[in-house]
């Protein structure tokens, strides 16, 4: 069965720093990959897509890279804010195998300023 | 305003009664999805629907039970059968089944 890995629950850093979030999962070869972000009591906000054959994406602070060898993805934020601090979800399509997306289970950042 | 509502916020049940989540959309998405969402587990898909009066069963249908008659439209029923119901639930809705737009979720607490 697919499994999709976020690399930790939590991940604290410094105000300005630039946050790596991992995302890696086995035994599907998805053709894209998502990344939404969920605060506190709230439903997911959709970020970015990367497709299978896309090795990055950008959008103002935020980057994506997809690794469809080592079946990993890589969310950065650079310049971190106070308010970047959320709980960050990647999530797989699961079309092609009859289902749709499934979500990892997110990693919490807190920004610290 | 486009979007996606769901009511009600906060919902409170005693055990062995059924209760209907409303989710209602206005972004003429042909997909819905109802989601449960626990501490420390993500966001597990309960039932999906890619279509007016069709829908499948996600992982952890068991105890649920969806109707999808309007485009607009897809409650969720959280049956007596449901051993441990209370939980975050999300409903989101797509078109062409990519990216995904969330309700604000209903806190269902069993008392």
């Known amino acids: 069965s697919q499994k999709i890995e976020q690399n930790s629950e939590a991940l604290n850093i410094q105000e300005g720093k630039t946050a790596t979030l991992t995302c890696n999962y086995t035994n599907y070869s998805p053709a894209y990959l998502q990344w939404y972000r969920q605060d506190p009591g709230r439903g997911p906000v959709f970020l970015l897509l990367?497709?299978?054959?896309?090795k990055e994406k950008r959008k103002e602070r935020l980057k994506v890279t997809f690794d469809t060898t080592l079946k990993q993805s890589l969310f950065h934020i650079t310049a971190s804010q106070p308010a970047d601090s959320a709980t960050y979800l990647c999530?797989?399509?699961?079309?092609?195998?009859?289902?749709?997306?499934?979500f990892g289970k997110g990693t919490t950042l807190s920004v610290s300023s | 305003d486009g979007g996606i509502t769901q009511s009600p916020k906060y919902l409170f049940r005693k055990e062995g009664q059924n209760v209907t989540l409303s989710c209602e959309q206005n972004l003429n998405h042909d997909a819905m999805y109802w989601y449960r969402q626990d501490p420390g587990q993500g966001l597990r898909l309960i039932y999906y629907s890619q279509i007016v009066n069709d829908f499948q069963k996600g992982d952890i249908a068991e105890g649920y039970s969806v109707s999808r008659e309007k485009k607009e439209s897809f409650p969720l029923t959280v049956t007596s059968a449901q051993k441990n119901p209370t939980a975050f639930y999300l409903c989101a809705s797509s078109s062409g089944g990519d990216t995904q737009y969330f309700g604000p979720g209903t806190r269902l607490t069993v008392l």
């Open positions: 999530a797989l399509d699961m079309v092609q195998a009859g289902t749709a997306l499934i």
């Open positions: 990367i497709r299978e054959n896309e």
